[in-house]
């Protein structure tokens, strides 16, 4: 009988991958697994996390041609992550590849807790937009960023 809930955590690289780690303490809590892109200074973090880790192709909005197909490639792959673990609950900083991992949970009954990036304190990110329609629970990291999403929670800062 399984006694932890399984927790999936996923965030694209670089500021937003650092925002989730900053929830690491809650990792021994769970059974739990961790998505992000594979990018050279991710690939270190197999070494710590091992199995618990899976990474889905880098790319950015920059290159709109190739973006949309490493998109399209992205959801196939964590459409099998998704499956293969099966969470009940997906925690996320944002940003790109954490959509479509939130649709996919949301159809299957995961429980969506996403957490506003804290570098935004006037605007909606992109994702943000997107997975507030959904989300269980939205958390924001500015207090006047209630004014954009009324439901949310403010949590106060993840550093």
């Given at each position: 009988m399984e006694t932890q809930?399984?927790?999936?955590?996923i965030s694209s690289t670089g500021g937003h991958l650092t925002e989730?780690?900053?929830?690491k303490p809650l990792?021994?809590?769970?059974?739990?697994?961790i998505v992000t892109e594979k990018t050279s200074s991710n690939l270190a973090l197999r070494k710590e996390y091992g199995k618990?880790?899976?990474y889905v192709i880098y790319g950015t909005k920059d290159h709109k041609f190739s973006y949309i197909f490493k998109l399209l490639a992205n959801c196939f792959i964590e459409l099998f992550i998704f499956l293969k673990f099966r969470p009940k609950y997906i925690v996320t900083t944002g940003?790109?590849?954490a959509g479509p991992m939130c649709c996919i949970g949301k159809l299957f009954g995961a429980k969506i807790?996403?957490?506003?990036s804290i570098a935004n304190m006037n605007t909606k990110t992109i994702t943000g937009k997107y997975v507030y329609k959904f989300a269980d629970l939205f958390l924001v990291q500015w207090e006047d960023m209630l004014k954009l999403y009324p439901?949310?929670?403010y949590w106060g800062?993840?550093?």
């Open positions: 809930k399984k927790v999936m955590f989730l780690m900053q929830l990792f021994k809590k769970y059974n739990y697994h618990k880790i899976s940003a790109h590849i807790i996403f957490i506003e439901n949310a929670k800062s993840l550093f």
